[in-house]
């Protein structure tokens, strides 16, 4: 299955979490209910499929050693520490445009985990702490 567009400018972002490894992912492929040890908990927004004007990338790295996806606007080399680039999730907006909401970063060092949010949860909910507001989404 490929690229699940919107139209021809937009992509579908689904998330996904894994129980054993406590670790969120985020794809565009749809991988069905569940995929191996991860389990399917929607979608959490709509990307740019390509750069349009007032876009920036948002890039996704990967951590064998811990097991964990991370994510950042700002190109960090294939290579950063710990952590390979896996590829551009899409784009999101740098500002605020109309329909667009927040993707909020959260980081749980409890548990070595990333994950992105569209719903504010406040700057701490459970082991979870608030990182950044990445950018805009649909």
């Known amino acids: 299955i490929g690229v699940r567009l919107v139209g021809s400018e937009m992509c579908i972002r689904d998330r996904y979490y894994s129980d054993k490894y406590i ?30 004007p007032g876009t920036t990338p948002l890039y996704e790295y990967y951590s064998e050693k811990y097991v964990n ?9 294939t290579i950063s520490g710990t952590d390979r680039y896996q590829g551009t999730l899409g784009y999101i907006y740098t500002s605020q445009v109309p329909g ?20 504010w949860r406040g700057t701490q909910e459970g082991s979870d702490a608030y990182q950044c507001t990445w950018g805009y989404v649909y």
């Open 23 to 52: 670790n969120h992912s985020y794809t565009t492929h749809w991988r069905g209910e569940v995929d191996l040890t991860d389990r399917y908990e929607g979608v959490i927004g709509y990307i740019c499929a390509k750069q349009l």
């Open 69 to 77: 996806h991370s994510y950042c606007t700002n190109w960090r080399g």
């Open 100 to 119: 667009t909401t927040p993707l909020y970063g959260y980081y749980s060092k409890k548990y070595t985990n990333h994950s992105l949010s569209t719903h």
